[in-house]
């Protein structure tokens, strides 16, 4: 079994996804301790979605994250380029994928969404953008199918912001989080891939930049729990 590597082939990571399909929500709570059911709420928050708007989550695996734009009365649409993740979503939402009163599930490649131009009044993705193998490009693929005004939400993890904390953190990353995975019956490869990949992202100011030359405006961003994550905010130009 292959896991994928840093240089992110689609395919690649595709696969290592739907390997992990049926244990990815479960491990997630776990391995954040439960941190990552508070990163949602605060997307959610940013995202600010009222009614008659409409939102895509990217990177949305199992949907798990996609409802919570809808309690204010918006519409949602989950996105991934997972089958096994979208498979999952689909049963634990009722086992329809395109129609009935529940969030829509559409297979999508973020460098080339099958959504047409200025179709999203916000557009977010929650830990994946670092999947994506051409980060620029598939921001602004999120930028043509945003409406003007329209706005993004990206979280992602990043870099601790409180040096004391920074070592532990990374020796969690690289040693005990693949063998957490597997306590809980995930596989570690994929486990290494996401430490690894989390080491080799771009810090808070450096993504900034790359949403900003990708063409969003006032881009901002906030910390979340030391800097684990970061959530950057952003405007397509009216």
Known sequence: ????????????????????????????DVISLGQVRLWRKAVAAAVDAGPGEVVLDLGAGTGTSTDAFTTLGARAIA?????????????????????????PFVAGDAMRLPFADDSFDAVTISVALRNVHDTGQALREMLRVAKPGGRLVVLEFSHVTVPAFDLVYREYLMKLLPKVATVFGSNDDSYEYLAESI??????????????DAGWQRVAWRNLTMGIVAMHRAFKPV
């Open 1 to 28: 079994m292959t896991r994928a590597q840093l240089d992110k082939k689609p395919g690649e990571v595709a696969a290592m996804f739907d390997r992990t399909a049926r244990r990815y929500d479960l491990v997630n």
């Open 79 to 103: 996105s991934d380029f997972s089958l096994g993740m979208l498979r999952t979503g689909v049963r634990r939402h009722g086992g329809n994928a395109l129609s009935g009163p529940g969030v």
């Open 199 to 212: 080491r080799d992202w771009p810090d808070q100011a450096k993504l900034a930049r790359v949403i900003r």
